[in-house]
């Protein structure tokens, strides 16, 4: 791997989460922080966060909204996180909205913390729920905590969690470069 950044080069997206790990408020802050200074078209800064701590209405509303199989997982993170855009406005809000929760993301993992993203959810049982302007459009769902046990996790999780992390050569990627490695 070339000299890539340890904020970059440990990131991964666990689903094994420390069920009894809190985050404060200023660490939810500050990755918020982390968010709000994401680049924007125009500075337009399109995103929109719900924050639900672990136990509380919020959290337990956003954790309703997803698939079965992902809240024997999702409830043991410490923050979950509604991330919306207005469905009016700039095209590239959805563009912006995935740079704020890429920096949120490199921000959770200088902090010592874990990060996973959910975009099969019920976008309308979200919103409802939520109680969120009509023109907000549920995009994702961020859990964020502190690392757990990968073997505490149902079964068919485990493999998943356990395994090697891999990803594409860079070559697969480039699609025009004379000095890209193959």
């Known amino acids: 791997m070339t000299d890539l950044t340890p904020l970059l080069a440990f990131r991964w997206s666990p689903r094994a989460f420390d069920p009894y790990a809190e985050l404060t408020r200023a660490e939810a802050a500050t990755l918020l922080e982390a968010a709000r200074w ?3 078209v125009d500075n337009g800064q399109p995103w929109r966060f719900a924050v639900g ?3 509380d209405d919020t959290f337990k509303r ?4 997803l698939p079965p199989g992902e809240q024997r997982w ?3 993170a ?3 996180l509604l991330v919306a855009h207005p469905r009016t406005g700039h095209p590239m809000a959805a563009y912006d909205l995935g740079q704020a929760v890429a920096h949120l993301t490199v921000q959770a993992t200088a902090l010592g913390l874990y990060v996973r993203q959910l975009t099969d959810l019920d976008r309308v049982g979200l ?3 939520l109680d969120l302007a009509d023109d907000l459009r549920p995009y994702v769902v961020v859990a964020v905590g502190k690392l757990g046990d990968p073997l505490s996790l149902p079964a068919d999780l485990v493999p998943d969690e356990t395994g090697l992390r891999h990803r594409r050569p860079l070559g697969d990627m480039v ?6 490695p193959r």
């Open 74 to 76: 999702a409830g043991r």
């Open 175 to 180: 699609l025009t470069c004379d000095d890209a």
């Open 53 to 55: 701590h672990r136990d």
């Open 38 to 40: 994401a680049p924007s």
């Open 78 to 80: 410490s923050l979950l």
């Open 127 to 129: 919103a409802a729920d």
């Open 62 to 65: 956003i954790l309703v909204n």
